[in-house]
């Protein structure tokens, strides 16, 4: 309204009040920092050209290299499970891809952004996770806020477990539809839910393995309950694919739910698989339905041709060598009895300590002993549960699990919980 002059009104909390309308985030800077949760980038330098390290060979494929940085780091943070990101047949993947098609994919998949590459990765995902269709994404968040955005809506109902990847949960945000967050892992809160309360169609959401815990959700039970009640099944299956089920094709070809009509699974290619992006997995019908109304697929450059190529060429690799995800289960055990953490079910090894300022300090000294963990703090896990996240690898040797047990706990004795 008009000021005492005929101006406009000045109003406190309006930007041209404030000389730094950005100031509040040094404060919230502040307050990030005194509660242990800030964060700090650490390139990874290119590793140098060297001999082999004695790294036993998976059969009639080359040798496995798992040390990075110069044999001075030994990296267990990343989600490289198999060990197959620096494999030759999986850099060379991508470099064929790179020569054929050029450094990016020039366009939407819908304008220019399919190639062959493309094609051919889907038709193998599908094939080796046993499901009718596959889409490929850019990534693997992508994939799920895909996932839930084209079937839900309004009258529609979600029941999303609280330990849910956080693409899962942003993904329940966007969905326009009713969602209820469970207990981890509670099945008859999932029953009681699907029971009481009123939906148009009605979407039981979780991960396979969870990303933090470690933990497999109890697939077959969330399914026989959303079966009942005419539900249907949505699971990520990003620490699945390639750790756990027959030949790595997941925790639902382990419980005998691939396939099934009423189940849908995301995949990402980041992790198992060493390169990048993500792909849905369901009936052919919902691959046509994704084309036609996914936003994250219509408007979304489509992935990078070297990225196809470098997946497509892991998933040919595990699909020759079935062992791989024995391999990887095995040095997540024996990590997981050494540092006296739950037994895992796929790769990721959950070591809680609580305080996020002691889980920063002892990531801290086991990288400067030469092993990276994850570190991993509010908000990703609740409060009171940081911890370190110790990721397996199928390519680590005895030597290497020990040096890297003897490493995470004499840090972890060095900063006892207060």
């Known amino acids: 309204m008009p000021g005492p002059a005929g101006g406009a009104t000045s109003h406190a909390n309006s930007p041209a009040a404030s000389p730094a309308p950005l100031g509040w985030l040094g404060e919230a800077a502040r307050l990030r920092a005194e509660a242990g949760l800030h964060r700090v980038l650490r390139p990874r ?47 060379e993947g991508g470099i064929a891809a790179l020569r054929a098609f050029g450094a990016g994919s020039t366009g939407s998949r819908l304008v220019s952004g399919t190639t062959t590459l493309h094609g051919e990765l889907e038709s193998a995902l599908a094939e080796h996770l046993g499901f009718g269709s596959a889409l490929v994404f850019s990534s693997g968040y992508a994939a799920n806020l895909a996932m839930l955005t084209v079937l839900t809506g309004p009258g529609d109902l979600v029941l999303s477990d609280e330990r849910n990847h956080a693409s899962l949960v942003d993904a329940c945000r966007l969905s326009r539809a009713d969602v209820l967050v469970t207990p981890h892992s509670d099945v008859d809160a999932v029953d009681e839910a699907l029971a009481t309360r009123s939906w148009r169609r009605a979407f039981v959401l979780t991960d396979s393995i969870f990303s933090a815990d470690g933990d497999l959700a109890p697939l077959a039970a969330l399914h026989a309950v959303a079966r009942r009640h005419g539900a249907v099944l949505l699971v990520d299956e990003a620490h699945g694919l390639g750790v756990v089920g027959p030949g790595g094709r997941g925790a639902l070809a382990a419980a005998g739910l691939a396939g099934e009509p009423d189940v849908i699974a995301t995949v990402t290619l980041s992790k198992s698989l060493g390169s990048q992006g993500g792909a849905v997995l369901g009936p052919a019908a919902l691959r046509d339905h994704l084309i036609d109304t996914a936003r994250t697929f219509i408007f979304d450059t489509g992935l990078a041709p070297a990225c196809a190529g470098s997946a497509l060429a892991a998933l040919r690799l595990l699909t ?56 991993f703090r509010p908000p990703t896990v609740p409060a009171g549960t940081s911890r370190l996240r110790v990721a397996a690898r199928a390519d680590l040797t005895e030597a290497d699990v020990s040096r890297a047990v003897g490493v995470i706990t004499d840090a972890i004795g060095r900063f006892p919980a207060p």
């Open 320 to 375: 020759r060598h079935p062992d791989l995800p024995e391999r990887v289960q095995r040095r997540a055990r024996e990590i997981a009895a050494a540092t006296g953490a739950p037994e895992p079910a796929g790769a990721v090894v959950s070591v809680v300590l609580g305080d996020p300022e002691r889980a920063v300090s002892v990531a801290a000294a086991c990288r400067d002993a030469g092993v990276a963990v994850g570190c």
């Open 45 to 91: 330098a290119p590793r140098a050209e060297r001999g082999p390290t004695g790294a036993p060979a998976l059969p009639a494929h080359g040798s496995l290299q798992p040390w990075t940085d110069g044999d001075l780091l030994l990296d267990l943070a990343g989600n490289d499970y198999l060990g197959l990101a620096r494999h030759p047949e999986v850099v």
